[in-house]
């Protein structure tokens, strides 16, 4: 299973954390154009990404919702993202 790039960005109201797409760029960028960039982290799921960035943070364990399923990147999403990534331009 693949790993896909997550990152966090936050400004004085908070943050944001998830994997990196086209579609996320652009809604951080209206949303919440002053974030800054804090961190990056690799995870082949969505569990595992959210277990990394709680330790990051001093959060702790991550316990995931109750009936809500880890979602396992797959091939197509990392080639998607790896096709993003070489033309991404951050501001």
Known sequence: MP???????????G???GPVSMDGDR???TVTPGERFVFSLWAPS???????????LGYGDYVPVDGVPDHFYTDEEAAEQETYLRTRKVS
């Open 46 to 56: 969505q569990h595992r990404a959210m277990q990394l960035y709680q330790e990051r």
């Open 15 to 17: 943050g944001t954390f």
């Open 27 to 29: 809604l951080r960028l």
């Open 3 to 13: 790993d896909l790039l997550h990152e966090y960005w936050e400004d004085e109201d």
